[in-house]
């Protein structure tokens, strides 16, 4: 078992977010988090990444308790969490917003490699390496935040809304990269509005309301399960 959850309850303030969340994750899997705003789907995320401290729960990565260790902690053990609305450095190039993914890493060959990894998955990225990265597309600021992500080797990869605001034709774009990512050996825990596309590239699914698991399963199943299609898949 790659990350276990067990019992997980998030609070922002008096509001709780998370009411016992369970979900595990197996080594190599691709596992889609859906539900509805305000579920608790990036809540989630942003526990796992040490970005908000749970109250109650556990998180088990590897055997570890991550549960309440620092962010830069987490990123060392190689999980890695593409946020919501891409957060890419507008300010800085392309070239440079790649380098900051690496910024763990002191050696320069590496680093480099790793450069080349994510201009031969994102060619218009390395036509663009010298641009600034709010001069983007949102599609191509989306492939800047994914490759950032990428430069730290992560074992898991927590993708938050990769395809939010894009194009159909990008978004069919972005999900072949996110299954090219995980052939690679990247294990990924996905959150996405776009219910059809997470689950028809998932292995497994869960589905959350209002922060508590409402179904989960193997994501054909929950592809064809009436009440996840009546409420998240459009009829």
């Given amino acids: ?107 320069k060959e590496e680093i480099a490699e790793s450069m080349e990894h994510a201009f031969t998955m994102f060619p218009r990225l390395k036509e663009r390496r010298k641009q600034m990265g709010g001069t983007l597309s949102g599609g191509e600021q989306q492939m800047l935040a994914i490759g950032r992500g990428l430069m730290s080797h992560p074992k898991l990869l927590l993708l938050d809304e990769p395809s939010m605001g894009l194009a159909p034709v990008l978004v069919e774009q972005i999900f072949d990269i996110i299954r090219d990512i995980n052939s690679q050996g990247t294990s990924i825990l996905l959150v996405e509005q776009n219910a059809q596309m997470a689950l028809s590239i998932a292995d497994r699914g869960y589905v959350l309301e209002t922060g508590n698991n409402a179904l989960d399963g193997k994501a054909h199943d929950l592809l064809h399960d009436p009440k996840v299609m009546e409420a998240y898949l459009g009829g």
Wanted: hydrophobic content about 45%.
């Fill in 1 to 107: 078992m790659m990350l276990q959850i067990n019992n997980l309850n998030v609070y922002y303030g008096a509001i709780h977010a998370l009411k016992g969340v369970d979900l595990h994750l197996e080594k190599g899997e691709i596992v889609a988090l859906i539900g509805s705003n305000g579920a608790g789907k990036s809540t989630t995320l942003n526990a796992i990444s040490a970005l908000l401290s749970p109250r109650v729960g556990t998180i088990i990565f590897e055997g570890q308790d991550i549960t309440h260790i620092p962010a830069q902690e987490v990123v060392k053990l190689g999980i890695i969490h593409v946020p919501e609305g891409r957060k890419i450095f507008t300010k800085m190039s392309v070239q440079e917003n790649l380098e900051m993914g690496a910024y763990l890493n002191t050696n």
